[in-house]
């Protein structure tokens, strides 16, 4: 097996052991990158290799990693995949990646993304689509997209992304790599270009479950820079590994098995259940009555923090600025409009207009402050299960990947794909997508845990159990 194609924590075993150098391993990403990027074009742009590689040998993660194209690198162009901040260069670095250059680890480049993450394919971006490794004519999810394909494509040994609404989850899914998203305020948001601030989340996308709690310990902790990070100890995931789920008590919802889920992964996920019942875990059926609200809840919330968030994209301050030919207003007005037309892509205007309706006069109360009390009732829900339950498990997706094309003139469609990651955003909770599958055209199945806030050991440990009874996690794209 070649240098890319390994998990982290293999990887750093042999840099320890003086069997490989993060030189050898940048350049096998490279040589993978110069072969298979311009199939499954993952980035948007790539950095030069780093200056005296080898020094980076004793730094405790000297792995290479993606970063998804909406957390400042400063000095490096960040633009969500936007044309509107095209050349915005930060001036500061994300506390993540603060943290993970502490840590040694090298930046392969950024990584495509739905446009400021709206989107659940990674067709939303003005660079073009990326496309889904396993299938070059299907997607690879989104809108951390970019970072799943590079994970499962051997671009990266692993990926930063961002999950508003199952944007990590949904595309490890697609692609079959491990994708987690913390609970609200485990992960510093400071330096994460906002989609709806009440929601969004920095998480890992990992090989397998191990290099998932391997980046948490990096990157998870409280930061004084977030308002809305919790000051409270973490712990070391490592410790969560254990393969053992006897006597925990799992949950599942019998609203995530009704009409509209796809029958292959209905029953990848049926006998993913059977495999953590085999260890010991007892699983009985919950309900959580107020998941069929959840889709209206988030595409009114989320939209509705969007288009306050989006506002200070004017052309003025930094980005994209268009004068138009002549006054129709005033100069100022003229260039707002100009600007913002000129910068924005489709779905993002969707989602601006949406979110401007629901704030607007005369529809606050019939629709944000509506969606703001119904998400309540969803975490509710969640709070209810949890005093008796251990986690929850589910399926990351209702389908496999689908086709490029397939869902972009039909926005339901696409937004329903995401019908069961979003109430984990809504709640706060932390959730795991990891493999346990493939359908019949060979696309990956993923297999989605839930746990308490806080709670992300429960995640490890349930998602690691069933990671060393199966053999899904092992399945490479190059073995296809």
């Known amino acids: 097996m070649k240098l890319n194609e390994l998990t982290a924590h293999e990887i750093l075993d042999l840099i320890r052991s003086r069997r490989t150098s993060i030189s050898e391993v940048y350049e096998a990403v490279t040589d993978q990158i110069q072969t ?20 980076l040998d004793a ?122 998203k913390p609970t609200y305020g485990r992960v510093s948001r400071y330096g994460l270009v906002a989609f709806a601030s009440s929601l969004d989340q920095i998480g890992p996308l990992t090989k397998d479950v191990t290099d998932a709690a391997l980046l948490m310990n990096i990157i998870a902790g409280y930061d ?6 919790a000051d409270m100890p973490v712990p070391d995931y490592t410790q969560a590994l254990m393969n053992d789920v006897k006597g925990l008590k799992i949950g599942i919802p019998q609203e995530y098995f009704v009409a509209g889920i796809d029958p292959e992964v209905k029953a990848a996920v049926t006998a993913a259940i059977e495999v953590l019942t085999e260890g010991g875990a007892v699983v009985e059926e919950v309900s959580l009555p107020h998941t069929e609200y959840a889709v209206a809840t988030y595409y009114i919330v989320a939209t509705a923090e969007a288009s306050s968030n989006l506002a200070r994209y004017d052309g003025v301050q930094y980005g994209l600025r268009r004068q138009p030919a002549a006054v129709r207003k005033n100069p100022l007005i003229d260039m707002y409009e100009e600007t913002r037309d000129a910068g924005f892509g489709p779905e993002a205007k969707r989602r601006i207009m949406l979110g401007t309706y629901s704030l607007s006069s005369g529809y606050y109360d019939d629709y944000y402050l509506k969606g ?85 050991e ?23």
């Open 36 to 55: 298979t990027e311009k199939d499954v074009r993952a980035y948007v742009r790539l950095n030069e290799k780093p200056c005296h590689a080898d020094a």
């Open 59 to 180: 730094a405790a993660v000297p792995v290479p990693i993606g970063i998804k194209d909406n957390i400042c690198v400063a000095g490096q162009e960040t633009a969500c995949c936007s044309k509107i901040l095209a050349g915005f260069r930060p001036p500061y670095d994300a506390t993540v990646i603060r943290k993970l250059k502490a840590s040694g680890a090298v930046f392969v480049g950024s990584t495509n993304m739905d446009e400021f993450a709206f989107g659940s394919s990674t067709e939303n971006s003005c660079y073009g689509p990326t496309r889904n490794p396993w299938n070059l004519d299907c997607v690879p999810g989104g809108s951390s997209g970019g970072s799943a394909a590079a994970v499962a494509s051997g671009e990266a040994i692993w990926a930063i992304g961002s999950d508003t609404g199952g944007s990590i989850r949904q595309p490890a899914s697609f692609c079959g790599v491990v994708g987690l």
């Open 224 to 229: 004084e820079y977030d308002s809305t990070c």
């Open 372 to 456: 703001l009390k119904v998400r309540t009732l969803i975490k509710q829900d969640f709070d209810h299960v949890f005093r008796e339950f251990d986690a929850v498990v589910t399926p990351t997706c209702p389908t496999t990947a689908f086709k490029i094309g397939e869902k972009m003139d039909d926005p339901l469609s696409m937004y329903l794909s995401d019908v069961y990651t979003i109430s984990v955003n809504l709640s706060g909770i932390p959730a795991i997508s990891v493999p346990c599958g493939f359908s019949k055209h060979r696309l990956p199945i993923g297999l989605q845990i839930l746990a308490k806030p806080f709670n992300e």
């Open 458 to 480: 429960m995640l490890l440990r349930i998602a690691y159990a069933y990671e060393q009874r199966t053999e899904w996690h092992k399945r490479r794209v190059f073995e296809r």
